[in-house]
C-alpha cells in the first residue's frame, strides 16, 4: 500500500527536489501541497499534478499519513506541533529550529502524538560519507584525533537574508548538515563551539561568512566553514568536503565530485553537473520505509536535528560573546 504524503510549504528550495522524489518512488502517493502563499501552492499543485489545499489544516485533516515541511525556519516548530497534533509522521527541513526552545517543544510534540519526527540531512546517504564512515570505523587511519568541513555555497536569497525567517544567516544554513555528519561519524557530541562571523561579502545584516572551531566530548576537535562564499558565476552551488584526521592516515572526501562540465553558451556559464547518486530519493525512500514501520538505519531523527542546530545557535551565542560557548 502506498504511503500517501503531503508537503506543507515550497518556501525552502529543496522542496521541489521531495516533490519530484515522491512522483517517482512507488512507495508513495503525493496527494497535495498546502502553502501560507497561495499563488505558489497553486504554481506548485499545477506543477506537480497534485491537489492544492487551501490552508495546512485542510491538508493535515486529509487522509495524508505523512508531511514534508519545507517552510521558512522559524515556521518549521509551530508547522510541526500543528501536523503532530493532527497524527501525521514528518519530515522537516533543517535546520530543524531557529530556538533550543522551539525544538524541545517539537521533540515533545512528536512524543506525545506517537508519531516520527525525522530531519531532512540527506548528505547521510551519500556513498562517499557512507564509505569514509566504513573506513573509520574499520580503524583504518587509526585514533581520531581532529576533522576539517566544509560546506561553502551560494547565497540563496530572498528569505534566507532575513534572520527574522531564517533564524540566522550562512552559520544557520550551512553548519547542520556538517555537524550532524560529524557526529554520526565519530559517535561523539559537540560540547564547545567556538565561531566567528562578517558579512563583508554582501554586506548585509546577516552573516554570509561563518567559520566554527568545534570540540568533541573525548577531546576530537574539528573545523568548519559553513560560509555562502561562492558567486553565483560559480560553476555549483557549493559544496560538501570532509576530512578525517587520524594516528594512522587521512581519509578525505568530497561529496559532489561526481560531475560533468558543462560550457553553456547561452547562459554564459560553465557548470558542473552532478551525475552521482540522488540522496533526496534514498532519504525520500527510507523516510516512507520509517512511516511504514520498517526499521531504518540512515535517516535522521528529530533528536539529531535538534543537536545539530544546537551547534549553530550556540555559534551565534559564541560570536555574541567572543568566547567559546558549551553546547
Known amino acids: ?6 508537503i ?15 512522483l517517482t518512488n ?21 506543477q506537480y499534478g497534485v491537489q492544492r489545499f487551501d490552508s495546512y489544516e485542510s491538508l493535515l485533516a486529509s487522509d495524508v499519513q505523512a508531511v514534508i515541511i519545507c517552510s521558512e525556519n522559524v515556521q518549521h516548530a ?16 533543517k535546520p530543524l529550529m531557529t530556538r533550543l526552545e522551539d525544538g524541545q517543544a517539537m521533540l515533545a510534540a512528536a512524543r506525545g502524538a506517537g508519531v516520527g ?9 551519500s556513498p562517499a560519507f557512507q564509505q569514509l564512515r566504513a573506513r573509520v570505523q574499520a580503524g583504518e587511519i587509526g585514533e581520531l584525533l581532529a576533522l576539517r568541513g566544509t560546506n561553502r555555497g551560494v547565497n540563496p536569497g530572498g528569505w534566507f537574508n532575513d534572520p527574522e525567517l531564517a533564524g540566522g544567516g550562512a552559520m544557520m544554513d550551512h553548519t547542520v548538515h556538517v555537524a550532524d555528519l560529524m557526529r554520526l561519524l565519530t559517535g561523539q557530541e559537540i560540547v564547545e563551539v567556538y565561531a566567528e562571523t562578517n558579512n563583508l561579502m554582501y554586506h548585509g ?11 568533541f566530548e573525548k577531546g ?5 566553514d559553513s560560509s555562502w562564499s561562492r558567486p553565483r558565476t560559480f560553476p555549483t552551488w557549493g559544496d560538501v568536503t570532509l576530512a578525517v584526521y587520524g594516528t594512522r592516515g587521512v581519509i578525505e572526501m568530497d561529496m559532489f565530485a561526481q560531475y560533468l562540465r558543462h560550457y553553456d553558451d547561452r547562459t554564459g556559464r560553465i ?6 547518486d540522488n540522496i533526496d530519493a534514498l532519504m525520500i525512500d527510507e523516510f516512507l520505509r520509517a512511516v511504514s514501520g520498517e526499521p531504518t538505519s540512515t535517516l535522521a531523527t528529530g533528536e539529531d536535528g535538534y543537536k545539530a542546530a544546537a551547534v549553530a545557535i550556540a555559534g551565534y551565542e559564541s560570536v555574541r560573546r567572543g568566547e567559546p560557548v558549551r553546547v
Not at 500500500?1 to 503531503?6: F, N, R, S
Request: hydrophobic share 45%.
Open 1 to 6: 500500500m502506498k504511503i500517501k504524503v503531503g
Open 8 to 22: 506543507m510549504s515550497f518556501a525552502h528550495l529543496h522542496a521541489d527536489s521531495y516533490a519530484h522524489c515522491l
Open 26 to 46: 512507488p512507495r508513495a502517493e503525493f496527494v497535495g501541497i498546502a502553502d501560507h502563499d497561495p499563488q505558489r501552492a497553486q504554481q506548485k499543485a499545477e
Open 78 to 93: 509551530p508547522l510541526t506541533q500543528m501536523a503532530a497534533a493532527a497524527g501525521k509522521h514528518i519530515l522537516c527541513e
Open 117 to 125: 519526527l525525522f530531519t531532512a540531512f540527506p548528505c547521510r546517504f
Open 205 to 215: 545584516n546577516f552573516d554570509d561568512t561563518a567559520m566554527l572551531t568545534l570540540t
Open 220 to 224: 576530537i576537535f574539528a573545523t568548519l
Open 271 to 276: 557548470r558542473q553537473m552532478f551525475w552521482g
